[in-house]
């Protein structure tokens, strides 16, 4: 492989196994160990999902694989569920493992323009989930005071029962939030400065921008929370006062400060989600993107936006109730370019020629879940009916129909697409779509039930409803236990997707460079790409989604085709 | 905006009782979002689903090159916008208007209670036959809250310890309670029964033993159960020093 490469510097023998695996700088290899750590990540806060969902569907029954389901280990699973799946799933699945992968290949250069930083991110991950982990088997068991971790439950174990699984949970958040960072400068940089000749702004395929907007939006936001959680350090082992009303402190300056984080982190993991899906959409639809520009303006109004929604997650948290209108009018404008992006990506299926593979199928399921995910957060936004819906299911199945698209459907939509690139091979056809269906299905039986059950006052994080009268009906029962049976499916059907994913590595067709006749850089090198990707560096000539150009014997047009 | 009956049958009500005044003013904005979303809801999926089902690839058949950058096209782009600014405003006025109603302007009150948040349960004092707090025929309680029914009343909400979150589904009403402030707020119950009290806010262990009950009662039976709880012969005259003569029922809080 490597005497193909033309680069003076990457050509040197094939290096051990150390060098290999905990010391390469290759951002493919740095993108596959996110890309496999993430979703080892994925299958523990799925089993973590299937505990509390069996205590849910089947109360105080013995739980397979587990156990009974206690209150204290409820609250922990449910916990570590919410904090795995968003800081060590979607974040590294979707920024670090795709950001690391195509950046280089995208915008056409060797590697991420600090290498050792970008594997000094990984080491630095790698830790916090360890970390993470590991609290799982310290005296009193993982933190279970909610992902939200407000204070003062968080600041003190007399009152959270679990102090050292408290200070581990913020010390391995603390350490990933370190290894983002560096992978977000590192991210930024290369796409400022690495692109290859002839690429101009508007020549950079969105699914780079919307990276490039989300490493920018965390940035932006991880400060404040950063501060906020060497403040809760301090108050959980040096008995400072910074969240104690007692000694002068406040409780709601945390919630401030972990949500000016927290909303903006939506919208982290949501722009690299819809950019894999606007990527596979042009592809598979032989359409250039409607509205190019239009697009990344509303990106970045999204991105500006998600700074002032924050206190509509405190909205009856005790703040100020002037401060609730404020906030309903931003969350609410906020709509206006996320709709204006969901309209130009179905504006974008007009008049193409739509072919449904797998990676569509998927990029399309996004689209339609997603629809309902956003518009239910309508409810929530609103103040007034926020008072009422506020931590009920409603908002744990509004929330998941945004997160389950972004962190589960527009990834297997990212791999299902770049799979022949990464491994140079194709994945099966018939298990995909027989996945895609045992995934998207059940995936609405789960959650169209929590909707009712929230709407009919089912408040979250609760380990069983036998102390509140009306959520003890039956009626709720039944929703509850049909959201169980939904997810039991959903999660069987994940092991299709495993077979595939590591049968087609050995036994899939082989893949040629651009099997999906893509235009985009990344398909120009081969199935898997060699250290160093490019044999010689390309020349950009256009922009990245010309598709069915009149007059043109191919119907697509690669970025870097002279003519 | 009264769709009385319609809202009965088609909504969570079915679920929920709406035991207080404000209840349905909720519960009317939410079927109103759920009129304008629904709405562009399946006008998006259709519009989805038809253009995937139309422009499937065909033997023979050529994309058309369209940028979306052309004038003529700007109209499909800024018609729907100018609807959802329309939508958006539509929802606004209202929430606003509710959300001002039962958070920011207080009726005033008939009468005021204590609500203490503690791990793991509500506690709450409520004023003798005075009708005054702080007085020695308070009547303290735990786990049970007695209110009458159509009655203004005030709550002054304290947390004990770490944040949880007053909420009485069937009054539509949530607050958090937060250790060092007193949150008042308002409701007027107008329905009698027996209803819950949750906390909604993770606070520990016990978070889903924090139960309580919430008792409207007409005005008799609960002058009678005050008179039956309080002692009035200490009416009217201020706390003592000395630990006051407090009754307490007790509700089972931690079965």
Redesign the interface.
């Known amino acids: 492989m490597s005497e193909q490469v033309q680069h003076a510097g990457h050509d040197h023998p094939e290096p051990g196994f150390f060098l290999k695996y905990c010391w390469s700088t290759d951002h493919k290899m740095i993108a596959m160990q996110y890309l496999f750590t993430g979703m080892a990540m994925a299958m523990i806060g799925g089993f973590l999902a299937y505990v509390f969902r069996m205590q849910q569907g089947f109360p105080n029954h013995y739980v397979p694989g587990f156990g009974l389901v206690t209150p204290g280990r409820y609250n922990e699973v449910v916990t570590m569920h919410g904090t795995i799946m968003i800081f060590w799933v979607a974040m590294p699945v979707l920024i670090a493992a795709f950001g690391n992968y195509l950046i280089p290949l995208m915008i056409g250069c060797d590697d991420m323009a600090f290498p050792r930083i970008n594997r000094l991110s990984y080491q630095i991950f790698l830790l916090s989930a360890i970390v993470l982990l590991g609290s799982f088997l310290v005296k009193g068991g993982a933190f279970g005071g909610a992902w939200t971790a407000y204070p003062p439950l968080s600041a003190s174990g007399a009152y959270n029962l679990t102090p050292i699984g408290a200070t581990l949970w913020l010390l391995a958040v603390a350490l990933e939030f370190v290894a983002f960072l560096l992978g977000g400068i590192n991210f930024t940089v290369t796409v400022m400065n690495s692109r290859a000749p002839g690429m101009k702004m508007f020549d950079i395929p969105i699914l780079i921008w919307m990276i490039v907007l989300a490493t920018v939006i965390f940035m932006a936001s991880a400060g404040p929370l950063i501060a906020g959680a060497v403040m809760l350090l301090f108050d959980q082992t040096m008995a400072t006062g910074f969240y104690d009303p007692v000694r002068g402190g406040d409780p709601l300056l945390w919630q401030h400060l972990f949500w000016f984080f927290g909303h903006p982190e939506v919208y982290v993991v949501l722009l690299p989600a819809m950019g894999i899906v606007a990527e596979i959409i042009a592809v598979f639809a032989r359409k250039k993107l409607f509205g190019y520009k239009s697009m990344l303006y509303s990106t970045w109004g999204v991105g500006i936006l998600s700074f002032v929604v924050w206190a509509h997650h405190q909205f009856v948290a005790g703040i100020d109730p002037r401060m609730a209108n404020v906030f309903t009018v931003t969350t609410l404008l906020i709509s206006i370019p996320v709709a204006e992006l969901v309209f130009l990506y179905i504006a974008t299926l007009y008049g193409g020629s739509i072919r449904l593979d797998t990676p569509m199928l998927w990029a399309l399921g996004f689209l339609a879940e997603f629809l309902i995910g956003g518009v239910t957060g309508i409810f929530l936004g609103s103040s007034g009916t926020d008072i009422y819906l506020h931590d009920t299911y409603f908002l744990i199945a509004h929330f998941h129909y945004t997160f389950v698209p972004i962190a589960i459907i527009s990834v297997f939509a990212g791999i299902t697409f770049w799979y022949p690139k990464m491994f140079g091979r194709m994945m099966n056809e018939t298990l995909g779509k027989i996945h895609f269906w045992g995934t998207v299905i059940p995936f609405n039986v789960i959650f169209i039930p929590l909707f009712m059950t929230g709407m009919a006052g089912d408040q979250r994080r609760i380990y069983s409803y036998a102390q509140f009268a009306e959520q003890s009906r039956p009626a709720l029962q039944h929703l509850r236990t049909t959201s169980t049976i939904g997810l039991l499916v959903m999660l069987s059907f994940q092991l299709i997707f495993i077979f595939n994913f590591f049968w087609s590595m050995r036994n899939g067709k082989r893949a040629e460079a651009n099997p999906w006749r893509s235009t985009t850089l990344e398909w120009t090198v081969p199935s898997p790409p060699p250290h160093g990707n490019f044999a010689e560096l390309p020349t950009v000539y256009r922009g990245p989604y010309e598709y069915g150009l009149p007059g043109r014997a191919d119907d697509y047009w690669p970025q870097n085709a002279p003519n | 905006m009264d769709f009385g009956e319609v809202t009965e049958a088609v909504?969570?009500e079915r679920?929920?009782?709406a035991a207080s005044t404000y209840a349905h003013?909720?519960d009317h904005?939410?079927l109103l979002?759920?009129a304008?979303?629904?709405f562009?809801?399946i006008v998006?999926?259709v519009?989805?689903?038809a253009?995937?089902f139309k422009?499937?690839?065909?033997e023979g058949?050529?994309?058309?090159?369209?940028?979306?950058?052309e004038k003529e096209l700007h109209r499909?782009?800024t018609i729907?916008?100018m609807l959802?600014?329309l939508c958006?405003i539509v929802?606004?006025v209202?929430?606003?208007?509710?959300?001002?109603n039962?958070?920011?302007a207080q009726p005033p009150a008939d009468r005021t209670v204590r609500v203490y948040a503690q791990?793991w349960a509500w506690s709450f004092q409520e004023p003798g036959p005075d009708g005054k707090l702080d007085t020695d025929d308070d009547v303290r309680t735990v786990g049970e809250l007695h209110v009458t029914v159509n009655t203004t009343y005030h709550f002054e909400l304290m947390s004990r310890?770490?944040?949880h979150?007053f909420?009485i589904?069937?009054f539509?009403?949530?607050?958090?309670?937060?250790?060092?402030?007193t949150?008042t707020g308002w409701f007027r119950p107008n329905r009698v029964g027996?209803?819950?009290i949750?906390?909604?806010?993770?606070?520990?262990?016990?978070?889903?033993?924090?139960?309580g009950?919430v008792i409207v009662e007409t005005q008799q039976d609960h002058a009678a159960w005050l008179m039956r709880n309080s002692n009035p012969s200490l009416a009217a005259q201020p706390a003592a020093p000395a630990p006051a003569p407090e009754s307490t029922t007790m509700a089972e809080v931690r079965?």
Do not use: N
């Open positions: 909504m969570y679920y929920i009782t003013s909720i904005l939410f979002i759920a304008l979303v629904g562009w809801l998006a999926e519009v989805l689903f253009l995937v422009f499937r690839e065909k058949q050529s994309t058309r090159y369209i940028t979306g950058e499909w782009i729907p916008h959802v600014i958006d929802i606004i209202p929430a606003i208007l509710v959300w001002y039962i958070k920011q791990q310890d770490v944040v979150s909420a589904p069937s539509r009403l949530k607050q958090d309670a937060l250790p060092g402030r949150i027996t209803y819950d949750q906390c909604t806010q993770m606070c520990g262990l016990g978070h889903a033993l924090m139960a009950r079965r």
